[in-house]
């Protein structure tokens, strides 16, 4: 058996101690426990006022797409609220469209019907021909409510899905 050269013996001591530290850290952060689970309510009508106080709790952003927020009015009704991220400001979500408040991905274009709304990007804009003007009826609001489009005030797109359609027809996405 050969004997380790001169060399590698004066290395011996400074290779202990870098491989002493180098020793392995745990730098992972403490997990936590998973909260326990709410309780399931039982019989559907509880059920569904849970689902609903639980969407409720979570806020629509005026910075939310188009598509978000008028899903959320859909589901929560006339009265649901958005939240300026920028100032913290609460405000109803439809006054805030109707007063002519951005949002991305939605598009008002005046016509002697009434509103036409854009369809430009699937999951940002208005998902399906006029789906915008009949979720507002559907909630109840009537053709004279009155939009702010590009400074101008415009009665609602309400009547604006009669002269596309003809019974028994199905609108196109464009």
């Known amino acids: 058996m050969k004997k380790p050269s ?9 290779l202990a101690l870098v491989g ?12 936590k426990p998973a909260p326990a689970p709410l309780e399931i309510p039982r019989g559907l009508q509880p059920r569904v006022k849970a689902a609903i106080d639980n969407i409720r709790r979570r806020d629509l952003r005026t910075d939310n ?11 929560l009704g006339l009265d649901t609220e958005l ?4 100032t913290g400001q609460r405000v109803n979500a439809v006054e805030y469209i ?3 408040g951005s949002i991305r ?12 709304v854009g369809m430009e990007r699937m999951f940002v804009s208005q998902g399906h021909q006029d789906q915008f003007v009949a979720e507002m009826t559907q909630q109840g609001m009537t053709p004279d409510t009155p939009f ?4 101008m005030t415009t009665r609602s797109g309400i009547s604006c ?10 609108p196109s996405r464009s």
């Open 6 to 14: 001169r060399v590698l013996w004066p290395l011996l001591p400074a």
């Open 20 to 31: 002493l530290s180098c020793a392995p850290v745990d730098d992972s952060p403490e997990v």
């Open 65 to 75: 797409s188009f598509w978000t927020v008028f899903h959320g009015i859909l589901g």
């Open 83 to 86: 939240v300026d991220p920028k």
């Open 98 to 100: 109707r007063q002519g």
């Open 105 to 116: 991905g939605m598009t008002f274009t005046p016509t002697p019907d009434g509103l036409d």
């Open 148 to 151: 702010k489009v590009g400074g």
């Open 161 to 170: 899905v009669t002269p596309r359609c003809t019974r028994g027809s199905r």
